[in-house]
């Protein structure tokens, strides 16, 4: 009997050594082919980029796809009693009015910023020669006060002209095949980019209209793969991340087309240049929590300057009050509690994410990051909660000790008299702690 027990004890032992080994192997085996799984990786994201485009404005447009369809439903219930041929005709004319949004808001867009644009340079261009006479004239009358600061001028633009003059004959004329190859590249990944977003609107229709019927073949494999505990537990936290995101993302849509019209009225007030591609600009990079209206007033400030250096200032100063008026009053209104995490957490995952996944990263690492703490944070208190320990956090706060029988908490003070009292004990019973030490 003992013999059976060791030798199955052996066995266990030895099948653990047995797929640490092979982990380690299948480990080093992947991080030396890591080169290899991330050209794949890559290949697979290039191919089924327009199924992201298209699963990305699936997900923006389905609240109008949904109140469209339900609209319909409702207005059709007297003339139609066929439930079946209401659905037909309400996702027929969700998927007509989805596809009419987006069109609406992109040609919107583009009807906005081209003219400006285009206006904008027209008119930089007309008052370039102007800007650069004054700016020559103020230079003049600096270097004539100041005449030590011509000399390390001129020194600086001599170093300027000299590294200019290397940087074409080493750089520029030898790798200019290459950088017409890359012009030539961009203009086909230009065009690429267009032929993924005319499949990825195919997709959008399709994604909109399959949407119910996907997600009950999702739930049907997760309830028919995974124990029904954990079932359950997926359906709950997917249900979860769908509150977040979509909270949070239309939320910060809401909150940027709020944020454009106030900047757009504002700047209408105070007089200045180029109102509305600024508010544009501003209004689309709010998109991006925390950093997005510093990232859209530095070129907007940019072309301020060029027209009036104190109307520059004085558009600064509007972008600040603006980005606190949004950080603690607007934005909180409209986006709530929809993310459960502090000031600091969305810092730290915008400056994650961001580095990791450029533009797109800084958009969606609040939202990320907020289920990914949600669910670290259920595993605690899970974890917490076999163990027959409290899962409020204040409860942990100052403390130094847990007792392992009892699973009293004990404050650092407490640790430090119970510490105290057990040598006053040892201290006072040697006997007994020399026999304990002998045992």
């Known amino acids: 009997m003992e ?26 085996y992947l991080l030396l082919k890591i080169q290899w799984l991330k050209s ?46 209401r659905r037909r005709i309400g996702k027929t004319a969700g998927t007509a009015v989805s596809l009419l949004v987006l069109i609406i808001v992109v040609v919107g867009l583009f009807a906005m910023l081209i003219p400006e644009l285009l206006n904008s340079v027209h008119n930089l261009m007309e008052a370039l020669p102007e800007n650069m006479n004054n700016f020559s004239s103020w230079m003049e009358q ?47 990944s230009f065009f690429n980019w267009v032929k993924n977003i005319l499949i990825g609107l195919i997709v959008m229709v399709y994604l909109l209209n399959m949407k119910d019927s996907l997600v009950t073949i999702a739930k049907k494999i997760v309830y028919g793969t995974a124990p029904l505990v954990w079932a359950n537990r997926i359906i709950e936290e997917v249900r979860y991340i769908h509150k977040v995101f979509g909270g949070f993302i239309i939320g910060k849509l809401v909150d940027s087309l709020i944020i454009g019209i106030l900047c757009f009225l504002c700047m209408s007030l105070m007089k200045m240049p180029y ?26 400030a940019v072309l301020v300057l060029l027209v009036n250096p104190i109307q520059c200032i004085y558009f600064l100063i509007f972008i600040l009050l603006l980005q606190q008026f949004d950080g603690n009053i607007l934005g909180p209104k409209i986006l709530g509690e929809s993310t459960g995490i502090s000031s600091f957490w969305v810092l730290f995952s915008i400056l994650l994410f961001g580095g990791l996944f450029g533009f797109v990263g800084m958009i969606i690492g609040v939202p990320t990051f907020a289920v990914i703490y949600r669910l670290l944070s259920d595993g605690v208190k899970a974890s917490l909660r076999k163990k027959n320990l409290p899962e409020d956090t204040a409860a942990y706060e100052g403390v ?40």
């Not at 013999?3 to 080093?28: D, H, L, P």
């Not at 890559?42 to 191919?47: N, R």
């Not at 600061?149 to 940087?167: P, S, V």
Request: net charge positive.
């Open 142 to 188: 600096i270097l004539a006060d100041n005449p030590q600061i011509g000399i390390y001028l001129q020194d600086y633009m001599n170093q300027g002209m000299e590294w200019l003059r290397q940087w074409f004959s080493q750089v520029l004329a030898p790798n200019l095949n290459t950088i017409i190859g890359s012009l030539s590249s961009g203009m086909f």
């Open 275 to 300: 109102v509305l591609l600024i508010s544009v600009i501003v209004g689309v990079t709010n998109v991006i929590p925390f950093f997005g209206p510093f990232i859209g007033a530095i070129p907007s």
């Open 40 to 85: 794949v990786g890559l290949m697979l994201l290039s191919i089924l980029m327009p199924v992201i485009y298209g699963a990305v404005l699936a997900y923006l447009l389905t609240p109008v796809y949904n109140w469209c369809v339900k609209k319909t439903d409702v207005k059709l219930t007297r003339w139609i009693s066929s439930k079946k041929s």
């Open 400 to 439: 130094a000790y847990i007792d392992e029988s009892s699973r009293q908490l004990y404050r650092l003070q407490e640790a430090q008299e119970m510490e105290k009292k057990k040598q006053q004990r040892d201290q006072k019973n040697p006997a007994e702690k020399e026999r304990k030490t002998d045992h």
């Open 3 to 28: 013999q059976n027990q060791k030798q199955k004890a052996y066995v266990r032992w030895g099948m653990t050594a047995f797929c640490v080994i092979a982990a380690s192997i299948a480990f080093g």
